[in-house]
């Protein structure tokens, strides 16, 4: 057992035995110097002694000297418990530090998540003591409120090891019922009123945003616009109340020229909150009306002459309609896949900012000669051609895919695909001119072709919205 205690302050406390050495060993040096004393004083080599006693003492001391700076007196440390010199801490606080920051800096990934609590003091505090056991990182929380309980919708950053089961695990072990979860990205990182106000935003400018801007507002779901009267004749099923109806897990609202806007999602039920947020964005496009960006690109044909490529809407009926009855047969079926006695009907509803947008090719005299759709059809999009006959070959066909599908990828499509004849050789080839990974399925002479639009970048062409500034000539490939 050691010798050496540790005091409160710090400093060593020495045992009573070694106090009762050192004053017996005081004692016998005063006895030892009285002796030397008398020596000296008394006896014949008294001045010889002195001298010698002088020698020796010095020696003594260097000698203890040198011992004590050689090995010193202090105890080692893992004797005394005591700690390590402030280097040695410093230099093993650093490594561990290194190696826990190394450990929690790994990958992360973001996951949305929503769960029902009850309505009452500390269920969300439990959820989150729970998410905070594995580690996750709450970015950003919306509560909805409902009759019995609260939906709180959650972005979360989640380390790469914990999987999606671990975190819905320990929400549903803290209280969590009805967990629903999935991959986000980097855009959900926008704060919701922002994202509303740009959604409106957006819609306010063009009334065909207003399906996309409901999709981003509600997440993955299917939107379908029925209007008043289909283009067979058919009512809607069922006309929506002014002020919408929810149910479940389908929400539907008043269009505003009478139709019936239907948004399903499938598993999980919107809440009274999002319904509200639907709602008011539809009476945004409501009140402002039927309104269409009026920005227009005037592009150079190979073969010298002049055309304009501008948005239209449904005011470009009459001229749509004498487009048609300039073209043949064989493009018209082309076009239709079968007869088109109906036209004025069709026209009405493709040129509608409510089911897409259309983009018309104009000659210098203001006659239509090619028209292009980008049309919403549910959680899909289609895009479909027709340009004169007289002006086909030119490069209007692939000069109005490239920008339908530049539009397509601004609006977030994953996918777009044309339906068409087999035979149909000029629509092939302007797909397959489009650089973009293609699908092929081809059912008793009908050709639909799928472009995905993840998988490559798509030309940049320039946009439509009414804040740019567009030049005043430009050229198309032919």
Same mark, same amino acid.
């Given at each position: 057992?050691?010798?050496?205690?540790?005091?409160?302050?710090?400093?060593?406390?020495?045992?009573?035995?070694?106090?009762?050495?050192?004053?017996?060993?005081?004692?016998?040096?005063?006895?030892?110097?009285?002796?030397?004393?008398?020596?000296?004083?008394?006896?014949?080599?008294?001045?010889?002694?002195?001298?010698?006693?002088?020698?020796?003492?010095?020696?003594?001391?260097?000698?203890?000297?040198?011992?004590?700076?050689?090995?010193?007196?202090?105890?080692?440390?893992?004797?005394?418990?005591?700690?390590?010199?402030?280097?040695?801490?410093?230099?093993?606080?650093?490594?561990?530090?290194?190696?826990?920051?190394?450990?929690?800096?790994?990958?992360?990934?973001?996951?949305?998540?929503?769960?029902?609590?009850?309505?009452?003091?500390?269920?969300?505090?439990?959820?989150?003591?729970?998410?905070?056991?594995?580690?996750?990182?709450?970015?950003?929380?919306?509560?909805?409120?409902?009759?019995?309980?609260?939906?709180?919708?959650?972005?979360?950053?989640?380390?790469?090891?914990?999987?999606?089961?671990?975190?819905?695990?320990?929400?549903?072990?803290?209280?969590?019922?009805?967990?629903?979860?999935? =991959? %986000? &990205? *980097?855009? @959900?990182?926008?704060? #919701?009123?922002?994202?509303?106000?740009?959604?409106?935003? +957006? $819609?306010?400018?063009?009334?065909?945003?207003?399906?996309?801007?409901?999709?981003?507002?509600?997440?993955?779901?299917?939107?379908?616009?029925?209007?008043?009267?289909?283009?067979?004749?058919?009512?809607?099923?069922?006309?929506?109340?002014?002020?919408?109806?929810?149910?479940?897990?389908?929400?539907?609202?008043?269009?505003?020229?009478?139709?019936?806007?239907?948004?399903?999602?499938?598993?999980?039920?919107?809440?009274?909150?999002?319904?509200?947020?639907?709602?008011?964005?539809?009476?945004?496009?409501?009140?402002?009306?039927?309104?269409?960006?009026?920005?227009?690109?005037?592009?150079?044909?190979?073969?010298?002459?002049?055309?304009?490529?501008? =948005? %239209? &809407? *449904?005011? @470009?009926?009459?001229? #749509?309609?004498?487009?048609?009855?300039?073209?043949?047969? +064989? $493009?018209?079926?082309?076009?239709?896949?079968?007869?088109?006695?109906?036209?004025?009907?069709?026209?009405?509803?493709?040129?509608?900012?409510?089911?897409?947008?259309?983009?018309?090719?104009?000659?210098?005299?203001?006659?239509?000669?090619?028209?292009?759709?980008?049309?919403?059809?549910?959680?899909?999009?289609?895009?479909?051609?027709?340009?004169?006959?007289?002006?086909?070959?030119?490069?209007?066909?692939?000069?109005?895919?490239?920008?339908?599908?530049?539009?397509?990828?601004?609006?977030?499509?994953?996918?777009?695909?044309?339906?068409?004849?087999?035979?149909?050789?000029?629509?092939?080839?302007?797909?397959?001119?489009?650089?973009?990974?293609?699908?092929?399925?081809?059912?008793?002479?009908?050709?639909?072709?799928?472009?995905?639009?993840?998988?490559?970048?798509?030309?940049?062409?320039?946009?439509?919205?009414?804040?740019?500034?567009?030049?005043?000539?430009?050229?198309?490939?032919?």
């Amino acid at each position: 057992m050691s010798q050496v205690k540790r005091a409160k302050n710090g400093r060593p406390v020495h045992h009573w035995r070694r106090d009762l050495v050192e004053l017996a060993a005081l004692f016998t040096a005063v006895a030892v110097a009285d002796a030397v004393a008398n020596l000296i004083g008394h006896g014949p080599d008294g001045p010889t002694l002195l001298l010698i006693s002088a020698v020796v003492l010095v020696a003594t001391a260097g000698f203890h000297t040198w011992w004590s700076r050689r090995h010193g007196h202090a105890p080692p440390t893992g004797d005394t418990g005591s700690r390590p010199t402030a280097a040695v801490r410093t230099a093993g606080a650093s490594e561990a530090d290194a190696t826990v920051t190394e450990a929690v800096a790994g990958e992360t990934v973001l996951w949305r998540m929503r769960t029902t609590v009850r309505d009452e003091p500390g269920s969300l505090a439990a959820l989150c003591a729970a998410l905070a056991g594995q580690r996750v990182d709450i970015l950003s929380l919306q509560t909805h409120p409902l009759t019995e309980g609260t939906v709180d919708e959650f972005l979360l950053r989640v380390p790469a090891q914990v999987s999606a089961s671990d975190v819905t695990r320990a929400v549903s072990h803290a209280g969590g019922a009805g967990t629903w979860i999935e =991959r %986000a &990205d *980097a855009h @959900d990182l926008v704060d #919701a009123p922002t994202r509303v106000l740009g959604l409106a935003t +957006r $819609t306010a400018l063009d009334a065909a945003e207003l399906p996309l801007a409901l999709r981003q507002l509600l997440g993955r779901c299917t939107i379908r616009s029925l209007p008043a009267g289909s283009v067979r004749g058919d009512r809607a099923d069922e006309a929506a109340p002014v002020e919408g109806a929810l149910e479940d897990t389908v929400m539907r609202l008043r269009a505003p020229e009478g139709g019936v806007i239907t948004v399903e999602r499938p598993y999980l039920p919107f809440t009274p909150t999002e319904f509200a947020r639907a709602r008011a964005l539809v009476e945004l496009d409501a009140r402002l009306g039927p309104r269409v960006p009026h920005g227009k690109d005037v592009l150079t044909l190979p073969q010298g002459n002049d055309i304009t490529v501008r =948005r %239209a &809407d *449904a005011g @470009d009926v009459d001229a #749509a309609k004498a487009m048609h009855e300039r073209c043949s047969s +064989r $493009t018209l079926s082309m076009r239709y896949h079968g007869p088109v006695g109906d036209a004025d009907k069709y026209l009405n509803h493709l040129l509608s900012p409510r089911f897409g947008r259309t983009l018309a090719v104009q000659t210098a005299s203001g006659r239509i000669v090619g028209l292009g759709h980008l049309l919403w059809d549910g959680d899909e999009t289609e895009i479909a051609l027709l340009v004169e006959d007289d002006w086909q070959r030119r490069g209007i066909g692939s000069e109005l895919l490239g920008r339908l599908v530049t539009m397509a990828v601004e609006a977030g499509c994953e996918s777009v695909y044309a339906v068409t004849q087999s035979s149909n050789t000029g629509m092939v080839a302007a797909m397959r001119g489009l650089d973009l990974p293609l699908d092929y399925q081809i059912e008793e002479g009908t050709l639909v072709i799928t472009a995905r639009l993840d998988a490559a970048a798509v030309s940049s062409r320039l946009s439509y919205d009414a804040a740019q500034q567009h030049q005043p000539e430009h050229s198309v490939r032919d």
